[in-house]
């Protein structure tokens, strides 16, 4: 009895995390079944076709690819319009801080139906053609707001000594941000970039709504969901994970690593 | 939708160190800002705007500027129904997801030792899996002959004999969803706590049930608050669950915005629901701001 209530806290942690990962489990699983329907949801025969025609279905590969470019190209945009915005949010006092704050949180606190939904009102008034591009605006203007919050936080926990000793060393406002302040923020600004490309790559509400006729990854799935998903798009999927958790694990990694060399030194 | 990293959104900022105001700074805000503006703030103006259009008198079925505010009460008298839907299964979602959070979030926090870094990364690590995917995978799980529903029915708990196809699935989707959304603030909310506090509360003879009450649960309200927005926010607007989970009786408001929308090209009625969305939000949202500030908010 002591014992349960002892660890009944570590119990119940362990058991959500594995609830975390029954679908995961489900997804892998299922890139390996001969599915017996055209539905892929019931397990039928071991098979490793899915895996040795990633692209063997039309449209799954042409997809991925474009939601790759995608995800890309509005990292790269959003990444530096956040990051900017981190720097003058931790390191200047300005008129009109509070509001920036409130425009930077509401796109993360709007439901992605309000604000897919909107911005296609914007761009049907406009008559603006709906593709690529229109994507790429709605991917952008999500995701800035989360590499702000990264940034941010990287730049919070950063030690203001550091960079008063490279200008106690006659290092100018350049030499200090360049050689002190920039590897410093680096790891913030790499992991924004990392959450902004999945967030672009897994989004599906606001994309659907001003997509068009573009099919990404996830619209192609949605549109596959009515008709059966091929064992392929499970097969991507799990790549995708297992590289997505490899770059995370291996970081760890390195940052425990590097700790432990410095904490003997 | 990969959970977000709001552990940030409860850090303090510290004010001191900071320059005063230079131009410059607005070179660095302006960028981001003006494409927040274009592309958010603009955007819901247009939604406002497109709420209020009325159907032209010489193209049916194209939409010309008015103010039609019939169009308000037509479209909830319509469907209050899904609205009402919508925030219980987005509340019941986000009561689950903070009972269940709440231990893995405590223990990451403070029992974790040297797990901690990994158990952070399991957390996030789901989502890295395609999100529509891992909602399809749950049609798999809680098949009508898979485990789940047997085992449930061996024990005579469901009152129609399955889970899929019913509001049970679609408030187990959502809460497996938006789970992350709610451990994460939590975990951050508890980690800024002193654990010496919690040992204090024990050296005095408090009960562990007394401790956390009035110690412990008190302390990590930044966090529940936290969570809880940013769980039930994206749950209510939800339409992914819904659409593969449940039936035709448990759509939610974001499956009626949606196809409104897309299908039945029925722009004001749709615009007019997803705006009483939005209003609902902003009213949730001003309230934590006016307990809170807007300082943590990012």
């Known amino acids: ?265 | 939708m990969a959970p977000v990293l709001p552990v940030a959104s409860v850090a303090p900022a510290p004010l001191e160190g900071q320059k005063r105001s230079s131009r410059s700074v607005y070179l660095l805000l302006i960028p981001g800002l003006a494409w927040l503006a274009v592309f958010f703030v603009i955007p819901l103006l247009t939604l406002f705007m497109t709420s209020l259009q009325k159907e032209s008198a010489t193209k049916p079925g194209t939409y010309v500027f008015g103010i039609q505010v019939s169009n308000y009460v037509d479209a909830l008298s319509e469907y209050w129904p899904q609205f009402v839907r919508s925030f219980v299964y987005a509340g019941l979602a986000t009561l689950i997801a903070l009972v269940i959070a709440y231990p893995l979030a405590y223990f990451i926090a403070f029992k974790a030792g040297s797990w901690r870094s990994l158990m952070l990364v399991l957390v996030v690590a789901p989502s890295f899996a395609s999100f529509l995917l891992r909602t399809y995978a749950w049609k798999t799980i809680l098949a009508d002959e898979g485990p789940v529903t047997s085992t449930l029915n061996a024990l005579h708990l469901l009152p129609d004999g399955r889970v899929l196809n019913t509001g049970i699935a679609v408030v187990a989707g959502l809460t497996y969803t938006f789970l992350p959304f709610m451990i994460l603030p939590l975990y951050a909310s508890l980690d800024r706590m002193d654990y010496r506090l919690i040992e204090a509360g024990g050296d005095l003879y408090a009960s562990p049930v007394k401790v956390f009450s009035r110690v412990t649960w008190p302390l990590s309200m930044p966090g529940v608050v936290a969570g809880t927005l940013l769980t039930f926010i994206p749950a209510a607007g939800d339409f992914i669950n819904a659409e593969l989970l449940g039936s035709a009786k448990d759509r939610m408001i974001g499956n009626v915005i949606q196809t409104n929308f897309i299908e039945f090209r029925d722009y004001p009625t749709a615009s007019a629901l997803s705006f009483v969305l939005m209003a609902a939000i902003l009213i949730l949202v001003f309230g934590y701001i006016r307990r809170s500030g807007t300082e943590d908010l990012v």
Not at chain 1, 94 to 123: C, D, H, Q, Y
Not at chain 1, 137 to 150: C, G
Not at chain 1, 251 to 257: F, G, N, P, T
Request: proline share 5%; glycine share 6%; net charge positive.
């Open chain 1, 1 to 265: 009895m002591r014992w349960i209530r002892k660890n009944l806290v570590g119990a119940i942690a362990v058991l959500v995390l594995i609830y975390l990962f029954i679908p995961i489990a489900v997804v892998i699983a299922f890139s390996f079944n001969q599915p017996d329907s055209k539905f892929n949801l019931s397990w039928n025969e071991f098979s490793l076709d899915a895996w040795s025609q990633l692209c063997g279905v039309p449209g799954v590969c042409s997809s991925f690819l474009t939601s790759v470019q995608i995800g890309l190209i509005t990292t790269l945009i959003a990444t530096v319009l956040g990051t900017m915005i981190a720097f003058a949010l931790v390191r200047y006092r300005f008129r009109g801080r509070t509001s920036t704050n409130l425009l930077i949180f509401m796109p993360m606190a709007t439901p992605e139906v309000v604000m897919g939904s909107s911005l296609l009102a914007l761009f049907l008034n406009l008559r603006f053609p709906l593709g690529t591009v229109t994507v790429m605006i709605a991917h952008v203007m999500f995701i800035i707001s989360f590499v702000v919050v990264a940034v941010k936080a990287r730049l919070q926990g950063m030690d203001p000594r550091l960079e008063e000793a490279a200008r106690d060393l006659y290092a100018g406002p350049a030499a200090t941000f360049r050689h002190v302040t920039f590897p410093l923020v680096l790891p913030g600004i790499v992991g924004a970039a990392l959450l902004g490309f999945s967030l672009s790559f897994d989004d599906f509400i606001i994309s659907f709504f001003n997509a068009g006729t573009l099919v990404t990854f996830p619209i192609y799935i949605w549109g596959a969901a009515q008709r059966g998903i091929p064992p392929q798009v499970n097969a991507l999927a799990s790549l995708v994970f297992i590289a997505a958790l490899a770059i995370v694990l291996g970081a760890q990694l390195v940052s425990w690593r590097r700790r432990r060399a410095l904490a003997s030194r």
